[in-house]
């Protein structure tokens, strides 16, 4: 290797040719080391590394950016920091003589105590001078010969967890825990109203504060009859419902959020006006003198009082009047403000300001039976233009202008009046360019959302509950269940730890506190 040569006395033209010339060595280097790596890769029989597509979600959601997502890959930090020491134990090490010692090395091991505990409480018993015997109370938050911590686990594990009562009482008897499945059904009973009350206060925060609510229903049985569970919710809380009818006016009902009242006011009789009443019974309605009715027997004796005609074989006026006055009772009670219903196009979600999934609506086109060439053209070159549209809608939403809003507007009634030639699929978009009001809903609204996969997502928990424990009996049964699968999945979406949501509830002494559902619920729809 020769020296290196003196750069202080060499002039600039000999500096130039060292540069080329070190210059030339480097590109000679590179190219050498390519060769290399190919015949390293030969020589292993290598093709590289593999191209791996990244994972992206079906249907309509195929390369279209999340909204909102601005999560970077990267990887986990560390949990150790999250881990709640609540026990510390010194390993000691034979060493030889004369070692020397250097502190400690720190292992992090969790572990979970589950075992039955029993407890004998010693009640003191008084003879007062007037001969009454007084007993000493027994501690808060026992229930018939079980604690708060065995209340909770039974909770947890039955809503949660998803096991069946038989299972549960399976379970805790292995634990050493000796318990009946009647005496499992009364943990599960909520006897004190506490959760089902809770329930109806994040039903009727979520009512008051959120911009927009998805709603879906899936069938449920009670007492051996088919029934519907219907399920109200968004981002920050969900609701559910078990009724015996899925009609319009059984989900004006639910979203009345336990009230029991009718009411005839503006809202009432713009909505009867909307729904066709004929001119002169809403006149009725709108000329007497008492409008406010405590209960289903007072406005049944109203409606007899107005001598409102009931032809149940078309469409009812008794029943378009009841489904009036509950929707007036709504506004009164200031629920459902300015708020859009997103649904997935049936029929009885139809009421307010409503819009529709996007979803649903193009799984219309998706499932259409086609039997030739061209159909299934015809068919493929819709969804695409749906897709491109949908996706388009999901940029607008997150930069919403009216220039923009303007060429949607126009662009969705060329795709939906095209004329493909395949007479049910031309049916079919003339269908859904009717709704065109609801499903561009969006763009007066950019924060809903364009479907209704949370309501689905939510329902779920519901279905999984009655393929793996059929139905219901008792009404309390029916309304804890739903009680509880609500409050959990609102838990979920509000970041707080169901086991310390049932600790704090049930007055567990080290849980810790968590506040009002309905207050966290009313805080975050604020907000979004």
Not at 15 to 36: M, P
Not at 236 to 246: I, L, N, P, V, Y
Request: hydrophobic content about 40%; overall charge positive; charged content about 25%.
């Amino acid at each position: 290797m020769s020296p290196a040569p003196d750069l202080d006395g060499l002039s600039n033209a000999d500096l130039k040719r060292l540069v080329l010339e070190l210059l030339g060595r480097v590109a000679e280097l590179e190219r050498l080391a390519a060769a290399q790596r190919e015949e390293i890769a030969r020589l292993k029989n290598l093709k590289g590394r593999p191209t791996i597509k990244p994972r992206t979600p079906s249907g309509m959601d195929t390369h279209t950016p999340s909204p909102g997502s601005s999560r970077k890959p990267g990887r986990r930090g560390p949990k150790a920091s999250q881990i709640t020491i609540h026990e510390e134990r010194v390993m000691r090490a034979a060493v030889p003589a004369g070692s020397r010692f250097k502190g400690y090395e720190d292992f992090l091991v969790q572990d979970l105590i589950v075992r039955s505990h029993g407890i004998r409480i010693r009640r003191e018993r008084w003879l007062t001078p007037d001969g009454r015997t007084l007993v000493a109370p027994l501690p808060d938050g026992i229930v018939g010969h079980f604690g708060p911590d065995l209340h909770r686990y039974v909770l947890a594990l039955y809503h949660q967890g998803q096991l069946t009562i038989a299972r549960l009482v399976e379970h805790l008897t292995l634990l050493g825990v000796l318990i009946s499945k009647r005496q499992v059904v009364r943990l599960l009973s909520d006897a004190s109203g506490l959760f089902r009350d809770e329930a109806m206060a994040v039903l009727r925060a979520g009512l008051r504060s959120a911009r927009w609510i998805s709603v879906d229903d899936t069938g449920a049985r009670h007492q051996g009859r088919n029934g519907t569970c219907t399920q109200i919710g968004n981002d920050h809380f969900t609701w559910f419902g078990t009724t015996a009818s899925k009609s319009r006016l059984n989900f004006l009902e639910l979203l009345r959020a336990g009230h029991t009242d009718y009411v005839i006011n503006a809202d009432a009789l713009a909505y009867l006006r909307r729904r066709a009443l004929p001119q002169p019974l809403i006149a009725r309605l709108a000329q007497a003198s008492e409008t406010d009715f405590r209960d289903a027997p007072a406005w049944q004796r109203h409606l007899e009082q107005v001598a409102m005609p009931s032809r149940p074989d078309t469409l009812d006026p008794v029943r378009l009047a009841t489904e009036g006055a509950v929707w007036g009772s709504i506004k009164a009670h200031g629920l459902l403000p300015n708020t859009v219903i997103v649904s997935d196009d049936a029929g009885q979600f139809e009421v307010g300001e409503h819009a529709l999934c996007w979803v649903h609506a193009e799984r219309l086109i998706h499932q259409l039976d086609t039997f030739t060439d061209h159909q299934r053209a015809a068919q493929k070159r819709m969804r695409r233009l749906v897709w491109w549209f949908y996706r388009d809608l999901k940029l607008y939403r997150q930069a919403p202008t009216r220039r923009r809003r303007t060429q949607l507007r126009a662009r969705f009634d060329r795709i939906f009046t095209r004329r493909t030639g395949f007479a049910t699929l031309d049916r079919l978009l003339r269908r859904l360019r009717a709704n065109k009001a609801e499903l561009l809903r969006v763009l007066e609204r950019p924060e809903i959302p364009l479907h209704t996969n949370g309501s689905e997502n939510d329902i779920r928990a519901q279905v999984i509950r009655r393929k793996i424990s059929a139905g219901t009996r008792s009404d309390t049964g029916r309304d804890c269940r739903d009680a509880f699968l609500g409050l959990s999945k609102t838990c979920r979406k509000l970041g707080v730890s169901f086991w310390s949501y049932l600790g704090d509830r049930l007055g567990i002494a080290d849980a810790p506190a968590v506040p009002r559902l309905a207050d966290l619920v009313s805080d975050r729809c604020s907000l979004a």
